[in-house]
Each structure stands twice: as C-alpha cells, then as structure tokens.
C-alpha cells in the first residue's frame, strides 16, 4: 500500500437477506482513505452509507453478508485484508487501529454500569495489563482534552446529558489513539449549539492526533463545516469522490449539485429544490445510471449503461456520463 | 367518522385473523380448547344426568363402557359431571375475564391518554389493588357465606381484584404509543379522542388483549379451583374446582378411586398449558417496540 | 429533595394506605354479609342443648363483643384498628383458649420459612438458568427447557402438589403426606432436627419451587432478547467485548432490575397459592391455619390471619422496593 493511503477499499459488494431477496446495499464500491484527513461520506438516508462503515470497520452481522471485495488496511507496516480476516482477529484491531462511534449516544452506553467501569472494560478487553490509576489516569487525560470533568467518571450514563454522552464515546473511541475513527451521525438529536461543540471537538482531535476520521452523515453542513474529502453515494453506488471545497465550489455530478441545492443558505430566500423522487429500490435495481429516473441531465446512454467510476480531474473522480462542467 | 370506525373494526378484524396463521404451538392450544369448549357447551344438553343431585347411579364405578370415566363415591356419573363442571368454570372465567379485561382496558387507556390528575387517581387505586393480596380477602368472603357463596359473587369480587392488572399494562402501552407522532398527527386533524383510541391505538393492542384475555380465564379458573379445593367456593355447584373438593373429601386417592381425582386435575392441566400456549403464541406476535413499526 | 428520598417516601406511603385500605375492606366485608356469625353460633348451641331466655341473651352479648360486633359501626371500626395496631386479636374460637396471636407465632415460622427458602431458591435459578438459555439458545436443552417452563408455569401450585402427592406418597410412597413434623417429634437444635423439617418440608416447597422456576424462567429468557436488541448491547459487541462480559454484566444486570419487581409484585401471588398447598398437606403454616379458621367458623382467627396476610405481604413487597435502588442506579441518583 502506498504511503498516502491507509484504507482501499476495492470493488466492495455486500448485501442483507431479506424474505423479499437479497438487498444490494453496497454495490461495486471502490475507494481509499488517506492519513491525516477527515473524510465525510454524503448520501440520502438507505444509501448505503452506513452499511458501508460497518463494513469498514469490521461489524459484518447476518442478515448483513460480503459477497466480493477487499477492505486493504494498513495495521503497522502489514496490508489486512478485513473481509478475509478470522472474526476473532478483526476484534482484536477494534478500539486499538480502529474504532466505531455509533448513531445515537442516547442509548449506547450501558446504564448499570458507571462511566468509568466502562472505560476500563475497554482496557481490559484489549489486554493491557495496565493498573487501575493508570487507566484512569489516561481517562482523565483523555477526557480533559474533550472538555468533561473529572466528576464524568464516577457518573452514571443517565446523570450526563447528551452532549456529555457523545463526548464520552468520542473519548472512549479515541483513547486508545486509532488511526481511523469511524462515526456515523454524531449529532442525532443533538441541538444545534451542541452539535457544533462536538464538532469543534471532532476537529480539534484530529488536528492533535492526525488520524484519519471518516464521518457518514446526511448532512451536508456538517460535510461543509469539517471535512477534507468526500465521498457521495447514491443507491449503493458511488457517484463522487473529490476534495470538500472542490465538490462545493464545483460539483460535476448532477446528484451532488441537487444534494447542495437542497441546504438552505443564510440570506437565500428562494424555494429550496427539494430532490424530485426517491432512490430505487435495490432489491432489484435498474440497468443503468441508478440515478436515471431522477436525473435532470440523463440521456438514453445512462439508462442503459452504468457509467463507471473515472477520475476525470485530479483527485476527483465521478461516476457519470453526463457530468457538469 | 363513522367510517372511519368502520374501517378501524375491519382494521382490528383482520388483525386477529392474521394472528392465527399456521403456527404448531396455537393449533395445538386451539384444538384442545376447542374440544373442551364443545364437552362444556354442546354435550351438557344432552346429558342423561342433572347436573346436581347425588344418589343419580352407583357409586364408585371404575371407567367402563357404560360410565366411559367412572363414577363418584356421590353417586355421579364422572363424565357427565365433567362436562358440567367446565360449563361452569368456563363461563366463570370468561366473565371475570370479559368484565376484568374491558374496564382494565377502558381504565389504562383513559389513564394513560388523558394523563393528569385522572391518570393519578386511576393509577394509584390500581396499585393499591394489586398490592392487596386478593386470595386472602376471597377466602374470608367465601368463608363468610359458609360454602354457600354465589358462583356469580366470586365472579364479581374476581373482577374486582382482577381489571388493576390489565389497566397496569393498557396504561404504560397507551402511554408509549402516545409518544409516536402518528397519535399527535391523528388528533391534529380533529378526529378527537375517542376515534383516535379506537381507530389508532386499539388494533394495535388487539394481541396483548387477546393474549390477556385468555390469560385471565385461566387465571380465574385457577383460582376458583383453588378456594374450591380448601372448601370455600360454590360447594353444590359442579366445577373443575368443587369435582376435586368432593373427590378429596371422599378419599378417592387413598381408597383406590384413582379416576376421581384424577380427571378434573389431568382436565385442568390440559386446559390451562393449552390456554397458556394460545396466549403465549398471541403475545409473540404482538411487538410493540421498534422493530415493527 | 434527592430522588432516592422522593423514592423511599412515596413507597413508604402507598405501605401504609394499602394495608390501611386493606385491613378497611377486611372489617367490611363480614358485615356487609347476609349472615350473622352470632346468630349462626348460638343456633350451632340451640340445637344440641336447651337455653333459657337470659342465658341466650348473656351469650349473645358475649360473643357479641368476642367478635368487635358491639357498638356503632364507627366505634367498631375504631376498636378494630386500635386492636390491629396492637396486634391483638382476641380468643380463637376453634382452638379455645389460646389467643389468635399465639396460633399465628406458632405458625408464621413455617410459612415464611418455606415460602421465603423456596421463593428465593426459584428466583436465583430460574434466572440462571433462563439466562444460560439465552446464551446455549442454539442447543437443544435450551428449548427443552423452555417447553418444558411452558409446560409448568400455568399450572396452579395446589395442582402440581395433587400430582406430587399422588406420584410421591401414594404410588412410589416416598415422601410423607403430612408436611412439618412427624407426629410427636421433640424438636430440638440439631442436624436431625433439621434434617427431619427438609423432609417433611419437601413436597409443599416443591409444587410451588417448579412452578415459580417456571415463571423466572421464561421471563428471563423474554428479557434477555429483549434486551440483545439493546443499542447498548449492539454497541458494547462493535466494542468488541468478550461474550460472557457482555452477558454478565450488559444482559443480565439490566434484566435483573424487572425480574426484581416482578418479585415484589408476584409474592402475594405465590403467598395465596401456598395457602391452599399448605393445607392440602396439612403443613403446620398460615394455610393450615386458615383452613381450621374457615372450617370452625372461628371469626377472630380468621380476621387475624387474614390482616396478617395482607400486613405480610405488603411488608415483604415493601422491602424488595427499597432494596431496588440498590441496584438501580437511574433510582440511586436522579436523571440530569
């Protein structure tokens, strides 16, 4: 692997038995994740986006199943094909290389158990001998650089509030200082004044530990506000891969355009556009650009054949036979 | 409005007939059940025998041809009885779990929605009557008519301990389901409260119902049983419980009258793990929570 | 006010109204009631012997008060409760002349004794095992178990103890039918002693051990999946956590707190359905005591076991409830 890539992700295909079929949740998907950058992937809601993290990261649960593909990582020096790994294996990359920050941090923390009981567990699971002040200790530190006290730790999930909460599996998942960070949708139900210290928070981690960070979220002003790079996907399928200003300032696929479009912007009074349509099902999808039905631009081409992925800029490929220019 | 009341009742029809789809642990319940709601409603019309009244053919006759279960040390024929005894028990439960699962429900849902100082009221009289243990004061109540008492009255004080219960339950469903936004949605477009109870909540409760209906029945059943065993209930009236009074009064165990005893009790195991069954497949498919909605 | 304060008040409140209104309805109830215990009494002594007038009217008087049937309902009513408050409740009938107190001293021990042990014993298995269910649930026991608590749990505890009492001391006569002691056994401080109450303990406490097993069970093994389906559950094996960690202490510790109150709920269930167990055994307890109460017709033991039925029940009810918070932290601490 070369040295500006930590993750490649080739020619990825899973899908979830359903009674109906098999569901292509992640079709043909190929991309990679740098050191040192915060990655957004974009996308309406069953896009895949999220079935893609788990993937990434290693959750792979029935009805959930990998039919082809590699996840290529780089653990210290060797190259880790995660798809082909023994499951045993892969935990043990979990919270060490690799950590997972999960939708809502309303539930996800274990209500019997106090905060700093949980921290330890962690600890405990990856084997480190380390005494119980050390653990501690660390948490402390950890948990300061996130802006909680130290009375965070000897609290019980339902005595913090939800800001309180997330920060608390930030620090979980980065404790151990994981080269990637996956999250998916850190703010859910958060307000907005909170949101944005967590995403500050975010931001200020990354910046300190220069890992890599890849953050799903539907939400194009969070992609705005902090990432490097993006990734859109639409229906399984990625359609844009390019540098956040780039794709903002520039858009080329018309998918991307009506995501942005659809953001409401301070002083623009005009009607948002709202995304005529919804997204194919992918019990049995068409046979072209996915994108066809609802593609202000498409042309007989795109219903028929799939177009696919090109770089047709520096460090900016699309999926598109019609992209804007 | 009407229609759309109409349309909830086929809404809450269809619901039930999609619960009893193919399921070997429900046909089986259903099957016993069955039988033994035809041995206690169809067969006593024909009964050579009066369902009181001893002396009515020889005593303790083991299981033959003529008397296919045997007869009592009273002078009964067992089969006969039998089917008189679950007549009684029968409907016995279901008032009690009629009366006790419609004002349970009634009281949850109108605690539940309406919330305030009327849930506050409702709920704090159903907990004091679940704290009380019923079975004691159902003893003394007994005891106090001397063996006497009315199968109607033990009916009613059933009832009386029984709807708390299910009130317990409608109530903290009623409440989850008020959180959806659907419920808020239904009442913006001014169907008011009744229509939304009824057009939106009940079907989706028509399982746990069901569920608790049965349940009851069992329960009610059980307990008569019971405080007919230790000689309190109904004593001239032939139930599952006062067949195994008698029979113990008697002896049967101990002078070898083994068919005695041992029909209500194999009678009232039967029903109660075939009751129980149906109620349980009911429940299973009844899920409240995220993953159906 | 802290909320485990708050807790701890409430709870002690709803104690004291629901025996209040408990004890209330049991001095109702005999007097809203067709039939007239004196009267009943008096008639039982007319027709085996002849009374003059005056004799009649002196007896009347005295059972009259023997039963707190004299005076306004009110004064009634007042002398009842100040009696209960005592905690006395006057001469049994069928056991003249020992005081009703001191049948339900004699008694009490081996009601609690066996309910408390056997109760105690099911729970702590059955949730074991319905946990253990859960995990195995692929293997075959697992469901054998299962339809086998299915099997068990509706049927009542009286039902169960016919079963056994036919199988065990009729058929294979193994067991005593006469629950407690031997007749004429001295008991004293030693292993015979206790060895002997085991024995003749065994069966009552069986019938209701295998059907409450049932129960914790079954209701176990719901809460488990329930609670597999946990975010934090999920969330704790994205962790990577070890299964018997994530067992333990996420699964198990969280449905601990329900199966608690299921306790405290269920214990005047399981006391009513050892009453009837107890007499079919003649076991020395309250139910026995409550059968030869109903049977003589003896008021005063009656409304004495039964007050103390309700006060027992409530009591034990009341101490679960305040152990809860203990274990649960949301009632420890209050929410932000």
């Not at chain 1, 880790?80 to 941090?105: A, R």
Request: glycine residues 8%; positive net charge; hydrophobic residues 50%.
């Amino acid at each position: 692997m070369s040295k500006d890539q930590i993750l490649r992700v080739e020619d990825l295909v899973a899908y979830y038995k359903t009674e109906k079929g098999d569901v292509k949740a992640v079709d043909n998907v190929n991309f990679f994740l740098k050191p040192d950058e915060i990655v957004g992937i974009a996308g309406e809601s069953g896009c895949g986006k999220s079935t893609l993290l788990n993937i990434l990261y290693g959750f792979v649960e029935s009805p959930l199943k990998v039919l082809s593909g590699h996840v290529l990582m780089d653990v210290d020096g060797d190259e880790i094909d995660i798809i082909h790994k023994d499951k045993n294996e892969i935990e043990k990359l979990w919270w060490k290389h690799v950590s997972y920050m999960p939708q809502s941090s309303m539930g996800v923390l274990n209500p019997v158990i106090k905060i700093e009981d949980q921290f330890i567990e962690i600890f405990d699971k990856l084997d480190e001998n380390l005494a119980k002040n050390e653990i501690r200790r660390k948490v402390e530190e950890n948990l300061n650089v996130l802006g909680l006290p130290r009375e965070v730790l000897s609290s019980y999930p339902h005595q913090l509030s939800g800001g309180m909460r997330q920060r608390v599996v930030i620090a979980m998942a980065t404790i151990q200082n994981p080269r990637i960070v996956y999250t998916d949708e850190p703010t859910t139900a958060l307000d907005i004044v909170v949101q944005r210290g967590i995403l500050q928070t975010i931001t200020k981690l990354q910046e300190q530990t220069k890992n890599t960070f890849v953050i799903v979220t539907h939400d194009m002003g969070m992609h705005y506000q902090i990432t490097d790079r993006m990734i859109i996907m639409y229906a399984g399928k990625v359609v844009e891969i390019g540098e956040t200003e780039n794709i903002f300032r520039k858009p080329l696929h018309p998918y991307t355009l009506l995501l942005i479009e659809s953001l409401p912007r301070l002083g623009d009074r005009s009607e948002r556009k709202s995304i005529k349509g919804s997204p194919p099902s992918l019990l049995n999808p068409p046979k072209g650009c996915r994108f066809y039905p609802r593609c202000p631009y498409a042309t007989r081409e795109c219903a028929e054949k799939e177009p696919p992925l090109t770089e047709i800029q520096r460090n900016h490929h699309i999926s598109c036979f019609r992209p804007l220019r | 409005m009407s229609i759309k009341i109409l349309k909830s009742l086929k809404d809450n029809l269809y619901t039930l007939k999609s619960l009893v789809a193919g399921d070997a642990k429900l046909i089986v319940g259903l099957a016993i059940l069955i039988i033994f709601l035809v041995m206690g409603f169809v067969l006593p019309s024909f009964s050579p025998y009066k369902s009181k009244g001893w002396s009515q053919v020889t005593r303790d006759v083991p299981p033959c041809w003529e008397h296919p279960l045997g007869t009592t040390s009273t002078g009964q024929d067992l089969f006969w009885l039998l089917t008189f005894a679950l007549q009684n028990s029968l409907i016995l439960g279901m008032v009690v779990a009629s009366v006790g699962t419609f004002v349970g429900v009634v009281v949850g849902l109108v605690a539940g929605y309406r919330g305030g100082y009327l849930d506050g009221l409702l709920s704090s009289l159903s907990d004091i009557f679940i704290a009380i243990p019923s079975f004691p004061i159902l003893i003394l109540l007994a005891a106090l008519f001397l063996g006497r008492i009315h199968i109607l009255m033990l009916a009613a004080v059933f009832c009386l301990f029984n709807w708390p219960w299910a009130a317990k339950q409608t109530r903290s469903m009623a409440l989850s389901i008020r959180e959806r936004t659907f419920i808020d949605s239904a009442s913006f477009s001014g169907i008011g409260m009744i229509g939304t109870i009824f057009g939106e909540v009940m079907p989706l409760m028509i399982p746990w119902i069901l569920a608790n209906f049965v349940n009851t029945v069992l329960v009610a059943i059980g307990a008569e049983a019971g405080l007919a065993t230790i000689g309190v209930s109904s004593l001239e009236e032939a139930t599952l419980g006062t067949m195994i009074y008698w029979a113990l009064r008697y002896q049967a165990m101990f002078r070898g009258h083994w068919w005695w005893i041992t029909v209500p009790v194999g009678v009232i195991v039967i029903l109660f793990i075939a009751l129980f069954l149906i109620s349980l497949v009911v429940s299973e498919r009844f899920v409240l929570g995220k993953d159906r909605r | 006010m802290r909320p485990i304060v708050k807790y701890v008040i409430t709870r002690m409140t709803s104690y004291f109204i629901t025996i209040f209104i408990g004890i209330t309805i049991c001095f109702l109830m005999p007097r809203f009631v067709p039939l007239d215990p004196v009267t009943i009494m008096l008639s039982r002594i007319k027709s085996v012997a002849r009374i003059n007038p005056e004799a009649y009217q002196a007896m009347r008087e005295t059972f009259l008060e023997i039963f707190g049937l004299k005076g306004t309902l009110q004064e009634q009513y007042f002398n009842f409760i100040r009696r209960a408050i005592i905690g006395d409740f006057g001469i049994s009938l069928a056991a003249y002349p020992s005081k009703v107190n001191f049948l339900i001293a004699i008694a009490l021990p081996w009601t609690i004794g066996l309910l408390a042990t056997v109760s105690f014993i099911a729970w702590i298995f059955g949730n074991i095992i319905g946990l253990l269910a859960v995990y195995y649930k692929d293997k075959k026991i697992s469901s054998a178990l299962q339809w086998l608590s299915i099997a068990v749990y509706p049927i009542p505890y009286y039902i169960i103890a016919l079963i056994l009492i036919y199988v065990f001391c009729f058929w294979l006569r193994l067991f005593p039918l006469m629950g407690g002691l031997p007749i004429g056994f001295k008991l004293s401080l030693d292993f015979r002693s206790v060895l002997t109450i085991i024995y003749y303990s065994f069966l009552p406490g069986l019938s209701i051990f295998v059907v409450s097993l049932g129960w914790w069970m079954l209701s176990m093994r719901a809460l488990s999946i329930n609670l597999s389906k946990e975010d934090f559950v999920r969330f704790a094996k994205m962790k990577g956590l070890r299964g018997r960690v994530i067992l333990i202490r996420y699964i198990f510790r969280n449905a601990l707190l329900p199966q608690v109150t299921s306790l405290a709920m269920g214990l005047g269930t399981i006391f009513s359905g050892s009453l009837v167990t107890e007499s079919l055994f003649s076991y020395p307890g309250i139910g026995q005591l409550f059968y030869l109460a109903i049977s003589e017709n003896d008021v005063n033991l009656t409304m004495g076991v039964v007050t103390l039925s309700i006060i027992a029940v409530s009591t034990s009810a009341l101490v679960i409830d305040l152990i809860y918070p203990l274990i649960d932290p949301r009632i420890r601490y209050g929410g932000r």
